[in-house]
């Protein structure tokens, strides 16, 4: 009876043995990759910090500018992106995608996300 269980005991210690050098193996891929992406996000910060040093321009202000000192009426633009024909196909098929001619309109959850050309 002794026997039997030693022997259980020695089986069980070599495959604690096994899945510990298996966890250790995992570990040094992992401690490996999060040093791969500590680099990628000091890069990114250095990248973040040269950015700051020059001026930014939001999107706000340049939509401003094109109201205000071009004189570009944004609501007409935004009747030309979608008129009502293309507004009433929106909202009945929920469409990902309308071909408009010379552009395309993508949209999301109602919401006109982009435009590109073909």
Known sequence: ?????????????KEL?????????????IDKNLEIKRKKLEGVKAKIANAQESVI???HAVIRYIERVLGIDIKEIEKKIVDEET???IMEL???????GEFSILIKDNT???????
Request: aromatic share 0%; net charge positive; charged share 45%.
């Open 1 to 13: 009876m002794k026997n039997e269980s030693i022997k259980t005991l020695l089986r069980r210690e």
């Open 57 to 59: 321009i939001s999107e």
């Open 94 to 100: 929920r469409p990902s995608k309308i071909c408009r």
């Open 87 to 89: 507004e009433k196909i």
């Open 17 to 29: 043995v096994s899945e510990i050098e298996d966890i250790k193996g995992k570990k040094k891929e």
């Open 112 to 118: 006109v996300t982009t435009i590109t050309t073909d």
